[in-house]
């Protein structure tokens, strides 16, 4: 059971820049979500989705899109990258509502920097 | 809107002695989750501890425990006999079923000496 798999690890983009940060789990999850974590900030919530076709932002969803065409795979765009979005950022996934044992699992994360 | 605080940026505490993590919330909402999660150098999430508001009793395991203080929106973590595996990073978070939300407070780093 392979849980949340997030690819890339490590990245490194160049200002106006693209990329998609992939995000996969196996565990039929209903709730996935993107964070990004930066210093004395904690992980805040860029976008969520509660099921395939439902996506909405949060926090800080400027400059980044998701959409949710299955239940397994989150994906995050970044249409032009830009130094500000320098972090660390997580794909998380969970059971939706009041459920026993309700926890969120999470990738191994991606450090992205952009120069 | 729902926000965590966690006012104590860094702590340090020996090896053996307990030390106390502090997290504070605000919701409008009654029933919901609570968690603390620890991350240590390797970036891993690993999910310490879980309290759901529903529950009267403080939730345990093994040497973490919670003192949930629901009318005060108060939800502090004890670690007991403390290892230097325990040095990391620790974040409260928030969930509630309501939008499906789960948010952090801005983390505490801890530190364990021998």
């Known amino acids: 059971n392979a849980g949340v798999t997030q690819t890339p690890k490590f990245q490194v983009l160049k200002t106006g820049q693209s990329m998609t940060l992939q995000c996969a789990q196996d565990?039929?999850?209903?709730?996935m979500s993107w964070y990004r974590q930066d210093p004395g900030m904690g992980l805040r919530l860029i976008h969520y989705?509660?099921?395939?076709?439902?996506?909405d932002q949060g926090e800080v969803p400027n400059g980044y899109n998701v959409s949710r065409s299955t239940t397994e795979d989150f994906p995050l765009r970044l249409l032009s990258a830009a130094p500000s979005q320098t972090s660390v950022y997580f794909c998380?996934?969970?059971?939706?509502?009041?459920?026993?044992?309700?926890?969120?699992?999470f990738g191994q994360g991606t450090r992205l920097t952009v120069v | 809107a729902q926000t965590v605080t966690q006012s104590q940026p860094e702590m340090s505490v020996q090896e053996a002695e307990t030390v106390t993590l502090s997290c504070t919330y605000d919701t409008s909402e009654n029933n919901y989750y609570l968690f603390w999660y620890k991350q240590p150098p390797s970036r891993q999430m690993i999910l310490v501890i879980r309290q759901e508001a529903y529950k009267q009793q403080n939730a345990t395991e093994n040497r973490f425990s919670v003192n949930f203080q629901k009318a005060a929106k108060s939800f502090s973590l004890k670690i007991s006999d403390s290892q230097l595996g325990d040095t990391a990073m620790y974040f409260c978070?928030?969930?509630?079923?309501?939008?499906?939300?789960?948010?952090f407070g801005q983390g505490t780093e801890l530190s364990v000496k021998p």
């Open positions: 998380a996934s969970s059971t939706y509502g009041v459920r026993m044992n309700t926890e969120a699992f």
């Open positions: 978070a928030f969930f509630y079923n309501q939008g499906g939300k789960l948010i």
């Open positions: 989705s509660v099921g395939a076709g439902i996506t």
């Open positions: 565990m039929n999850h209903e709730y």
